[in-house]
């Protein structure tokens, strides 16, 4: 048995990180000692599903919050650094360092474009030479999808262990959606290049012509956009559903009263050629799905026959295939998804793969 640090890179709790939760649950079930470390408004230690998490405060500079997570896993005696996205990655330098041990590097996004979306070109350049010095120098990565991986791949070992679902949050349950008032439901973060405004304005077309309420989960990462967002929607009288960042254990129920669940990604290179997990979690949970274009996601949707890939630029393709959707037999399209992604989508089929990785960094053999 291994004691493992996970190093977050943002607060774990909220948003809550599903993905560090995921491998948290699959290592101890595996018999290993997890402890979380991460950034949090105070300091102080909780614990989830028995697991530890050591909260750091971020009061302070920058520095003071990396000198307190670096410091903490230093003092832990570890056997093993689980480091999620860029700030953790560059902390495993001083983990490897002074520690000798092993260290693996978990990408959860394209973090190049996504910081020149969020933050300007500057900070796209610092990103990019800092993961080209630091990746090569841990000693696995792992990833979220083939196209992140390819590119990974030329620093260092990787593996793909998608963002799916997981038996234990996403229980399999059989929806009903006969005869009630269409939900159309958005979970995930907010962003021009995520869709935000196009999938509000088509919205508004959609309401003219049917009964369907939009709820949203997930926090903006544009105050000029939220703005505009909360302004369009009392406006126009949309009575949107606003409800922020839940607990991802909240989402279940949610999920359960949802007819049509929305994915609606800008043309970007590293959305077109990739599968958000909301999509994942919607087919899975039975919910048809109205997605942007993309090469892998419209042959999901073709082979999975589990709803319409659209221009997700254009506001009035969006709002025809959301109510021509909505006109069809939701009951079916939701059940030919959910069969299709339990079969091939569920996260549990791939902890073999984490498994083995831990298995060979820690040279400890355990039964699964």
Not at 25 to 46: A, R
Not at 153 to 167: D, F, G, L, S, W
Request: with cysteine; glycine share 6%.
């Amino acid at each position: 048995m291994a004691k493992i640090a996970v190093i977050c890179d943002r607060e774990f709790f909220s948003p809550f990180d599903q993905r560090v939760y995921k491998e948290v649950i699959s290592l101890t079930k595996l018999g290993h000692h997890v402890e979380i470390i991460t950034p949090h408004e105070t300091t102080k230690t909780k614990k989830i599903d028995n697991v530890k998490v050591h909260c750091l405060t971020t009061k302070g500079p920058p520095a003071s919050t990396a000198y307190r997570i670096i410091k903490k896993g230093l003092n832990g005696n570890y056997d093993l650094y689980y480091c999620h996205e860029l700030d953790p990655l560059l902390y495993s330098l001083v983990f490897k360092f002074l520690r000798k041990k092993p260290i693996i590097w978990d990408c959860h996004e394209h973090l190049v474009p996504m910081k020149k979306e969020l933050q300007g070109k500057l900070s796209a350049l610092i990103t990019d030479i800092a993961i080209k010095i630091a990746a090569p120098k841990v000693n696995h990565i792992i990833t979220v999808d083939n196209l992140l991986g390819r590119k990974l791949a030329k620093m260092n070992r990787v593996t793909v262990i998608p963002n799916y679902p997981t038996e234990r949050e996403f229980p399999l349950k059989t929806k009903q959606m006969k005869n009630r008032k269409p939900k159309l439901l958005y979970v995930g973060g907010l962003t021009k290049a995520r869709g935000t405004e196009v999938m509000i304005r088509a919205f508004n077309k959609v309401k003219k012509s049917t009964e369907a309420e939009l709820t949203i989960v997930g926090g903006f990462y544009d105050k000029k956009l939220e703005i505009w967002a909360k302004d369009y929607d009392k406006k126009n009288d949309l009575e949107i559903n606003w409800l922020g960042w839940i607990n991802y254990k909240e989402l279940t129920p949610i999920f359960s009263d949802t007819s049509l669940g929305l994915c609606l990604l800008q043309n970007q290179e590293r959305y077109n050629k990739a599968i958000a997990t909301k999509i994942y979690e919607y087919l899975v949970m039975g919910i048809p799905v109205i997605s942007s274009k993309g090469l892998f996601v419209d042959r999901l949707i073709e082979r999975a026959n589990c709803g319409k890939s659209v221009d997700g630029t254009s506001v009035d393709s969006v709002a025809k295939a959301i109510i021509d959707l909505l006109k069809g037999d939701l009951q079916k399209i939701g059940h030919n998804g959910q069969r299709f992604a339990r079969k091939r989508f569920m996260w549990e089929k791939r902890e073999e793969k984490l498994s083995e990785i831990v298995r060979e960094l820690t040279q400890i053999n355990y039964q699964i």
